[in-house]
């Protein structure tokens, strides 16, 4: 079993920047991938970024090219999104996942558990 926890969302303005982290347990964090997802208001959860089991690898959905970075401290068991330049449409519940298969996966069922969610909400 593996559980997972989201910090980091808050109230923040259009333009400014937030950094979403996760923290895993109960299996070894190395070795697996691990993506963010997020869902808006009245609308389906959708993929963000995914990164590979060491780091060297990631992935990114068009929207959030360019403004957002996933990374991962393997030591800390922990992956982070680092959002910059944030708007009025990245407000939603960020979602942590956790895939066995290591890879820098991007479908929902890749994804073996998932958090419980944090959420951010963008202002004007």
């Known amino acids: 079993q593996v559980q997972l926890g989201e910090s980091g969302g808050r109230l923040v303005q259009a333009g400014g920047s937030l950094r979403l982290s996760c923290i895993t347990s109960?299996?070894?964090?190395?070795?697996?991938?691990m993506g963010w997802f997020r869902q808006a208001p009245g609308k389906e959860r959708e993929f963000v970024a995914s990164i590979n089991w060491n780091g060297d690898s990631t992935y990114y959905a068009d929207s959030v090219k360019g403004r957002f970075t996933i990374s991962r401290d393997n030591a800390k068991n922990t992956v982070y999104l680092q959002m910059n330049s944030l708007n009025l449409e990245d407000t939603a519940v960020y979602y942590c996942?956790?895939?066995?298969?290591?890879?820098?996966?991007?479908?929902?069922?890749?994804?073996?558990?998932w958090g419980q969610g944090t959420q951010v909400t963008v202002s004007s």
């Open positions: 109960g299996r070894t964090f190395s070795g697996y991938g």
């Open positions: 996942a956790f895939g066995f298969g290591g890879r820098t996966y991007y479908q929902q069922y890749q994804f073996d558990y």
